[in-house]
T-cell receptor, first 114, second 113 residues
Framework: ETGVTQTPRHLVMGMTNKKSLKCEQH?????MYWYKQSAKKPLELMFVYNFKEQTENNSVPSRFSPECPNSSHLFLHLHTLQPEDSALYLC?????????????FGDGTRLSIL | GQQLNQSPQSMFIQEGEDVSMNCTSS?????WLWYKQDPGEGPVLLIALYKAGELTSNGRLTAQFGITRKDSFLNISASIPSDVGIYFC?????????????FGQGTILTVHP
């Protein structure tokens, strides 16, 4: 039990589908993150939210749309994805988005684009 | 941007052996973190280091924050089969990347009983 819960754990979708990934943290943290983990590549930061406000968009294509309704929940809305978007998408949270505040990860959503 | 070089990429060892892995960077970091990722799960934080020169232990794991702030190592003593997994280093902050984590490529550890 990591304190960060992601659903669904696995998702298979076509390129024209629309789906959403959900993340919920039970750690009382104020910052939440989306990462992409592809085979043989370091984890790539996608988005950062602090107190529900987006503080970082790491040049992510607009087919990925994040939403943070409160400090405990984070969504990633997906539409018109490409095969190269197949990856493990990890959510993380930390006390704040500053230094000296380690991030804690969920178990990820394994996304496959057909 | 900041990059980390983590080595070795993989290790195959016998149960009971000690393990050492390290990360180096051309940039300084304010925090070094070590994570372990098991198959089908997310990275789990093992050790966090906050001061240059700091040496911290967590059971059989020991990690150090290099005095130049550009490197860190992780040692695992007396390895056991459940140590199998991918170990990631991550540097946080420093320079213009305040708060952000930069990850190494990972070290895949295999332990033979």
């Amino acid at each position: 039990e990591t304190g960060v819960t992601q659903t669904p754990r696995h998702l298979v979708m076509g390129m024209t589908n629309k789906k959403s990934l959900k993340c919920e943290q039970h750690l009382g943290h104020n910052a939440m993150y989306w990462y992409k983990q592809s085979a043989k590549k370091p984890l790539e930061l996608m988005f950062v939210y602090n107190f529900k406000e987006q503080t970082e968009n790491n040049s992510v294509p607009s087919r990925f749309s994040p939403e943070c309704p409160n400090s405990s929940h984070l969504f990633l809305h997906l539409h018109t994805l490409q095969p190269e978007d197949s990856a493990l998408y990890l959510c993380a949270s930390s006390q704040g988005d500053r230094d000296y505040q380690p991030q804690h990860f969920g178990d990820g959503t394994r996304l496959s684009i057909l | 941007g900041q990059q980390l070089n983590q080595s070795p990429q993989s290790m195959f060892i016998q149960e009971g052996e000690d393990v050492s892995m390290n990360c180096t960077s051309s940039s300084i970091f304010n925090t070094w973190l070590w994570y372990k990722q098991d198959p089908g799960e997310g990275p789990v934080l093992l050790i966090a280091l906050y001061k240059a020169g700091e040496l911290t232990s967590n059971g059989r794991l020991t990690a150090q924050f290099g005095i130049t702030r550009k490197d860190s190592f992780l040692n695992i003593s007396a390895s056991i089969p459940s140590d199998v997994g991918i170990y990631f280093c991550a540097g946080q902050g420093g320079g213009t990347s305040y708060g952000k984590l930069t990850f190494g490529q990972g070290t895949i550890l295999t332990v033979h009983p």
